[in-house]
């Protein structure tokens, strides 16, 4: 993650006291070697730190300056260096990029805050950071590690990849806690030409209704993006569209 990062979130439900709480672990975890009292990374709550310089977060804009001390650690970032979370059990740990504006449930807050918020902000080459050795081994893989590694593959735009971490969940009798989990991996198979695997996942995420806005949005990029290629791909977006009742 690159340095100055400032993760937000909106009512994480942890047992935890405060977000600085999190802020530590985050430096732990990306920053393990740091001695310095200028730490390089923080997590916000936007329930606690919204709305003026002394909360931590001036608004919503791109480019506004970000400072938070606490005890006697300082953070220097901007608005422009922002990631967005969200975490609601049984669903699994999102970053969100701002094609997830459609997603269901989405706090106000955070929906707010995604104009601003920059995935390049998670750097996807070199070692990955792994947390601290006291926190134990990493969790046998379940269905939010394929989820997580698919989502790095979207991010990268490498469909091949995001669809063998799909195949692998799927082959391991894993299945998500939330329906709009399934959205990364319907656009990956379509992208590499799998659209009955795509179709058939699309629908049985679209038996929730409220996940049609963001279903819709798939099938747009898709026919957008191979469509122009492809007959065949813009035909099948063009019929999932229709099947979704979606907007012209």
């Known amino acids: 993650m690159e340095p100055g990062t400032l993760a937000l979130f909106d009512v994480m439900p942890l047992n935890r006291y405060s977000d600085n709480d999190l802020t530590a672990m985050l430096n732990w975890t990306y920053a393990p070697e740091s001695r310095s009292m200028q730490i390089s990374y923080k997590f916000f709550d936007l329930t606690l730190r919204l709305g003026s310089n002394i909360a931590g977060l001036p608004g919503f804009e791109k480019d506004l300056p970000v400072e938070h001390n606490q005890r006697g650690t300082f953070f220097k970032t901007t608005t422009s260096s922002t990631l967005a979370l969200t975490y609601n059990p049984p669903a699994c740990l999102k970053i969100l990029g701002t094609e997830d504006a459609l997603l269901p449930d989405l706090p106000e807050r955070l929906q707010r805050a995604l104009p601003m918020t920059r995935l390049e ?66 656009e990956g198979y379509a992208r590499v030409g799998n659209l009955d695997r795509a179709a058939s996942f699309s629908r049985e995420a679209g038996k929730q209704a409220n996940l049609h806005p963001a279903l819709c949005a798939v099938w747009e990029r898709v026919g957008e993006q191979i469509g122009k290629d492809q007959e065949t791909a813009a035909k099948a977006a063009a019929g999932e569209r229709s099947e979704l009742n979606c907007l012209p």
């Open 121 to 186: 902000q998670i750097r996807t080459g070199g070692t990955p950071a792994r947390p601290p050795a006291v926190l134990g081994k990493e969790p046998a893989h379940g269905w939010c590690y394929y989820f997580q590694k698919t989502e790095l593959a979207r991010q990268q735009g490498d469909w091949p990849m995001l669809v063998s971490f799909a195949d692998q969940a799927f082959e391991a009798g894993l299945n998500p806690g939330d329906p709009a989990e399934l959205l990364p991996m319907i």
